[in-house]
């Protein structure tokens, strides 16, 4: 994990592009849409934790390299920082599936308005690097999961819902809620 330039005890911001858009878990100064170029959202974690168990696996998001991703983006308070950091720390990085990134994003879909944020992109070399799965693959990972947040199918389902709201079509993944819905 990259530790944070000691220099930086301002304000900063976070970029969420699954259940941080829907359940963030800190406070914020402010919720904007957000567009990070250069990684995707894809359902390419194997959850042992948060939506499955290492013999039970479920499937999470993380920030794949390649494409852009739609999302929001928090920015947080100087007086929140550090809270904010070991918070998501705690949540994202429970067994260290992803990298701790600060990349540059775009607000509100405007060419002139970025800022640096704070990203959980996924470490590909890590062991619950799922890559590229199959539709009926990720149905059965969905299907089964359930960990300590709860059900596999449930944090998909919320994802779409919350991307629906943005007005964001992400085609893979609202395939797949359809076809949880109907489980």
């Known amino acids: 994990m990259t530790p944070l330039p000691s220099e930086e005890t301002g304000e900063f911001w976070v970029f969420g592009y699954g259940s941080l858009m829907w359940r963030p878990g800190f406070d914020a100064l402010e919720r904007r849409q957000a ?21 039970k696996p479920g499937l999470v998001l993380g920030l794949d390299r390649g494409g852009n991703c739609r999302g929001i983006a ?18 994202e990085q429970v ?29 590909r070399g890590h062991e619950q690097y799922a890559g590229q799965l199959t539709l009926a693959e990720q149905l059965h990972y969905c299907r089964q999961g ?10 998909v389902i919320a994802t779409v819902a919350e991307l629906e709201s943005l007005g964001v079509r992400d085609r893979d993944l609202h395939l797949l809620a359809q076809q949880l819905k109907g489980a």
């Open 35 to 55: 567009r990070l170029v250069g990684a995707h959202r894809a359902l390419c974690v194997y959850s042992f934790v948060h939506r499955g168990t290492p013999e």
């Open 74 to 91: 928090y920015r947080v308070a100087a007086s929140k920082r550090e809270e904010t950091i070991a918070y998501l720390r705690a949540r």
């Open 146 to 155: 359930h960990g300590r947040s709860g059900a596999n199918r449930d944090y």
């Open 95 to 123: 067994t260290m599936v992803y990298r701790e990134a600060w990349r540059r994003i775009w607000l509100d879909d405007d060419p002139q308005t970025n800022v640096r944020a704070l990203c959980y992109v996924v470490d």
